[in-house]
């Protein structure tokens, strides 16, 4: 078994995740997704343009990515030889060498003695009290000799200092897209330096970052080395006694991930509670650790038995979501108010608004707007659309024109996103603030109404789910705002105008969708 620095990151994130990813069949991994590949090139141009700003000279081993052993070898002979700087470079240790390696970086009690962010070594009595556990792991003999460790960081920078090699040694240092450190990044940069710490003889004086802005963070060796050896054992004693974690459906978290289909059939097989909107994994391990593993239970038990552990409006929110899951049918929440009610504008004339955006680029590239007008029954759909980036301010002007011709129009919109946009846009584009905030005063947010007012039987409050369950329908199967974006990108990279119809249709199926959902609203308040 191979325990990489992907597959300890992946663990940080989520456990069955490693767990598939080693054990799981592949047939029931979903195919690459178009975004995570976007993703990806975009990871890789970041990268390569840190080397070129920081005008890093450097050498790279000749193998073909998969093959890791040659790499590996021809990694150690470029160390050797003491080239400055190894872009793409491999490190495999063996269980045995991983051992002395953890031995080595725990002897010394500053762990690396290199610059530090500034954390606070809290855990530090705990960690030292479970060196031991970490060195002695049960791990069989003949399951250690099967374990190899394999890490990838981003550069090997040569610096002043004995090692194995010569009166230089070297840096682990990772090229990474996100905007801060976080914490799984700083755990892959202490297992790299400890992997380091084996193949050269001392432990790296520093272990780097160098995120989005091409700034430069040095990860507290002391404070994650034993933490991660922590995680790096849990990680293996989960892979080697095949003991699968539970799933839990997190949108954010399970969104991009390949076991989704797979992971979400189990969830939904289960009626696993995650699906329910509002239980987190924390609220779940509570629940789960009273025996409330069942919608049906969570809908029937007296909520003064979870209250010491969850706040009493909470659980009354839950038991309303299970309440409308198990009956299949909306529910007009404990707390509303009638009062509520009157925040619906009553017009003739209204707009429907939904915006496609790049935040990569920061950009707003389709300004959608449909008009509906209620005593003609007509509807018009505007779609301002930036063909090139550089004409974003453009749609906005064409945007403010168009909102300024039907000026007693209320403006629907879903999400804080459109309000967001607006107020960037407005800065951005110099448009004076009185004008700004009239229209601001305009804007209705329908997911502020429907969560303020009711309870609907679906997995999240998203504008899809919420409208599905009210029966719309969007034209493009399987289109999202994440599908948008790579919509966008292909247009810009090709100028195949299928993207943009794409773009469009998905887009005035947003604002149709919106306007179904408003005007389902608006009856069902009325009926309660
Ligand atoms: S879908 Fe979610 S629960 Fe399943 S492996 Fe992926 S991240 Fe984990």
């Known amino acids: 078994m191979i325990l990489t620095d992907e597959l300890l990151l992946n663990y940080k994130r989520c456990r069955r995740r490693t767990y598939l990813d080693v054990h799981g069949n592949p047939q029931q991994r979903d195919p690459e997704k178009e975004f995570l590949l976007k993703l990806r090139r975009e990871s890789q141009t970041h990268i390569n343009n840190v080397l070129l700003a920081r005008s890093f000279v450097y050498q ?44 080595l970086v725990n002897s010394d009690p500053s762990g690396s003695g290199g610059q530090h962010s500034g954390e606070t070594p809290e855990l530090r009595p705990h960690l030292e009290a479970k060196k031991e556990t970490l060195l002695t792991h049960n791990l069989t003999e003949a399951a250690g000799n099967k374990l190899t460790f394999l890490a990838k960081p981003t550069l090997l920078i040569k610096v002043a200092g004995k090692s194995n090699f010569g009166d230089w040694s070297y840096v682990p240092v990772n090229i990474k897209l996100g905007r801060r450190p976080k914490s799984e990044y700083k755990l892959i940069a202490a297992f790299h330096a400890q992997m380091l710490a084996a193949i050269q003889g001392t432990i790296p004086a520093n272990s780097q970052l160098i995120l989005r802005r091409q700034d430069s963070y040095f990860v507290n060796l002391e404070y994650w080395l034993p933490k991660m050896q922590t995680t790096v054992a849990d990680c293996i004693a989960m892979l080697t006694e095949l003991d699968e974690p539970e799933v839990f459906i997190s949108r954010q978290r399970c969104n991009l991930c390949h076991w989704y289909n797979h992971c979400y059939d189990i969830a939904k097989s289960q009626q696993h509670l995650s699906l329910i909107p509002g239980v987190t994994p924390k609220r779940y391990e509570y629940l789960s650790s009273q025996g409330i593993e069942t919608v049906e239970y969570l809908a029937k038990i007296n909520s003064s038995l979870v209250n010491e552990a969850i706040d009493e409006d909470i659980i009354n929110q839950l038991q309303q979501q299970a309440h409308s899951i198990l009956h299949d049918r909306a529910i007009l929440k404990s707390t509303h108010k009638l009062a509520n009610r009157l925040e619906f504008p009553n017009n003739a004339l209204e707009l429907y608004f939904d915006i496609e955006a790049e935040p990569e680029l920061n950009l707003d590239y389709l300004l959608g707007v449909l008009l509906v007008d209620r005593q003609n029954n007509t509807e018009v759909f505007y779609p301002l659309l930036a063909e090139k980036p550089e004409d974003e301010g453009i749609i906005w002007q064409q945007f403010l024109n168009l909102v300024t011709r039907y000026s007693d129009a209320p403006i629907f919109h879903f999400s804080e996103y459109e309000v967001d946009a607006i107020k960037r846009l407005a800065r951005l584009y110099g448009t004076p603030k009185t004008e700004i905030k009239i229209l601001l005063s305009r804007l209705v947010d329908l997911h502020h109404l429907v969560t303020e007012s009711i309870v609907l039987p679906v997995e999240s409050y998203s504008l899809k789910s919420l409208a599905n369950w009210i029966g719309f329908e969007w034209r493009e199967q399987g289109a999202s705002g994440e599908q948008s974006v790579c919509w966008y990108d292909r247009w810009l990279k090709t100028s195949d105008r299928s993207s943009l119809t794409s773009i469009l249709r998905y887009n005035e199926d947003d604002c149709r969708a919106t306007r179904y959902l408003k005007d389902w609203l608006v009856n069902f308040l009325e009926l309660d």
């Open 60 to 103: 790279k081993p000749l193998g073909s990515w998969r093959n890791w052993s040659l790499n590996a070898r021809q990694t150690k002979i470029m160390m050797q030889q003491g080239v400055d700087c190894i872009y793409g470079g491999v490190l495999a240790l063996n269980f045995t060498d991983w051992q002395s390696a953890t031995k």
